[in-house]
């Protein structure tokens, strides 16, 4: 009987540095693969059967813990034949089905796939189980579609996002076309078949050109989502899905108004042609914005790429500001989601030296009172980054932003109102409803002309009278205001109610307000469903100003997480202690740890956020597994690049954006607004200091 035995990639690669090596160390190569050496034994047992069947020399021990492969014969001819008989790994196939459930436009059909990559179907639908398992947790699910067969469904930013992603890992093969090994070609071929472009090489040359007449370099990273992103728009419009809800682009008025956007319609017409398709607006907008964020952050450097800073930077414009006002607008989680949209334009406008142009700031002038100076003042750090000042225009608009904060935030005075109406019920109580709808009043009663005399007794602090008769001075109450308006309300009622400073009725109310009462007058059992509740029952009456709270901060940093009172000689030895504690728990791998150390020694500046206290970081780069945070203070301080002293040190990695904001928001808080560091000089007990967040959280 004929015993055939394939190889798999791992094997075939294990071979090859044979093939390119005199001699190769056992657990070189084992720490090469990750894996231990008896694994890499195995694998190579089973090389050894295959060159055994085939009549070639085998590998062989020349010293210990090495082993070499005899060249003495014709070893690439072999290489070739083993790859013919490659296999694909359970990763490979899983890949296959999220590229055809991802961009297919006819979707997956699990009969047709597995008898083409000529496995069983039990193993394709135990791959495509784990397959759905991961897209869910990315919020996405597994529907069939009308005439075809299963696709991705969710949010449309959700699927965006993971359709670039994906396309990022296998952009270059598609772009370059030279697959290398099996799996490649199959990727390849059914990345050509999904697409069927004329002409891919012209989305490369696209971005090119856009780059050459920007003056700019984008990236590997960048190119990768703008060409990804271009990809996909080619193929909705090519499939009949060019009318996908896509949301609609933020700061329209400013993307038109930018280099990028000229220079994409200068160039976007060739590959329009050649497709012979058309571009949408919100689309070009979309690419606009994509081009202008490849470059907006590089301030010298690429620091201000990651968005973490971003938020980190409205954070501290609005910690700043609030030391110098009466109202608190720390936890104005509309003021922070406003910034946060707000700075990146704002950054891109200063670097580029373009000036807002708005009629409104032409026909004013900037009041500098002492707002102004608070304002100007906050946003030093902004200044800081920048190397230079802040523009009148682009001051007035953060002075816009904190001053709707402060309105929102401020203490409101409902007045209280008596009604004098001697028509009848039915027109009083429709009058008193006008009142109400129109002005934040609280009416105490409706009463007759003769009663008024014996209910102003009865009422303290009664700010205003209003009437539809004529009272006489004998009877109009000391220190009471009074104004006549008429009994059918009119816009010259309006007007005198205007005049009597009674403030006007916003017509939603603050979500979070409406959460207050409810919670002051009941127990709530499930926060959240009720917040998304009321937010689709009250869709046009409410602002949502309560931010979903993926993860919180004790959610994100355990107890087991917490070093206190250690030792280290320097910082770089308390970053790898931090990172070794996430490391040795599942959060990243080693070179994460690279990362931060790397980011800490050329951007100190700005990892030292708050005086001895350093928040180490980095992008994700495929080596953080899952969001997560460590604490550690030492005994002695340890001194940054830039001379910063820093004894307490916040070590984290965020595995999705949308996880870390209302996690980092609090981070920040307890940094710069509860003075964390402070608590912690005192404190040895992990327990305390989750009691701590815990008390300031609430």
Known sequence: MEVVIILNLKEIEIFNIFISSDEVNINELAGKFYVTERSIRYNIEKI??????????????????????SKNQNLNKMLDFLKELEILLPYERMEILKLTLALDPNGLNINRLYKKLEVSRTTLKKDFDEVKRELFQS???????????????????????FRIKFLMKYLQLYLDN???????????????????????????????????????IISDEPFGIIASYMLIVILNNKSGKENLQEPAVTEE????????????????????????????????????????????????????????????????????????????????????????HHLKPTIYRIKKGVRIVNPIFENMKIKKDDFYYYVKDAAKELEKMLGQEIPEDELFLLIIHFKASIERNRPKHVKKILLVCSLGYGTATLLA???????????????????????????KGIDLIITTVDIKESKKPKNVPVVKINPIFTLDDIKILNEANLEQSNKTILLSEIIDVIEKETRILN???????????????????????????????????IYLNQEV?????????????LESRGYISSSYIDDMLEMSNKYSEYIVISEGVAIPHSKNKRNVFKTGMMLLTLKNPVTFPAGQSVDT??????????????????????????????????????KNVIKFISNVES
């Open 48 to 69: 050894n059967q295959v060159l055994e069947l085939l009549n070639f020399n085998t590998i062989q021990k020349t010293k210990k813990g090495c082993l070499t492969l």
């Open 139 to 161: 919020g996405l699910l597994v529907e069939q579609v009308k005439k075809g067969g299963l696709q991705i469904s969710g949010e449309y930013e959700d699927i965006e996002k």
């Open 178 to 216: 030279r697959p290398g090994k099996s799996f490649e070609k199959i990727i390849l071929n059914m990345m050509k078949d999904i697409f069927r472009l004329n002409n891919p090489g012209l989305v490369k040359k696209f971005i090119k050109n856009v780059a050459k007449n920007l003056e700019i």
């Open 253 to 340: 008025r400013f993307l038109k108004e930018t280099d990028e956007y000229r220079s994409i319609i200068k160039h976007i017409s060739e590959i329009e042609m050649a497709e012979e398709i058309k571009f949408k607006n919100t689309q070009i907008l979309k690419l606009a914005d994509l081009v202008l964020g490849s470059n907006s952050f590089h301030i010298e450097n690429d620091f201000y790429e990651s968005w973490i800073e971003i938020d980190l930077l409205a954070k501290k414009l609005i910690n700043n500001m609030n030391q110098k006002i009466e109202a608190d607008i720390s936890n104005d989680e509309i003021l922070f989601r406003c910034l946060i």
């Open 433 to 459: 409803q006008n009142i109400r709808d129109t002005y934040e009043v609280e009416i105490m009663e409706i009463l007759p002309y003769y009663a008024l005399r014996e209910s102003i007794k009865e009422y």
């Open 527 to 561: 926060r959240e469903r009720l917040i998304d509740s009321l937010s689709v029952k009250l869709e046009n009456k409410i602002i949502n100003d309560i931010g979903k709270k993926k993860v919180e901060i004790l959610e994100i940093l355990k107890e087991e997480n």
């Open 569 to 581: 000689k320097n910082w770089q030895e308390a970053i790898i202690f931090g990172g070794k504690v």
């Open 649 to 686: 040190f916040f070590i984290f990695s965020i595995y999705k954006k949308q996880e870390h904001l209302n996690a980092i928001s609090e981070l920040i808080d307890l940094i710069l607004k509860y003075d964390i560091r402070s608590y912690l000089k005192k404190e040895s007990r992990k």
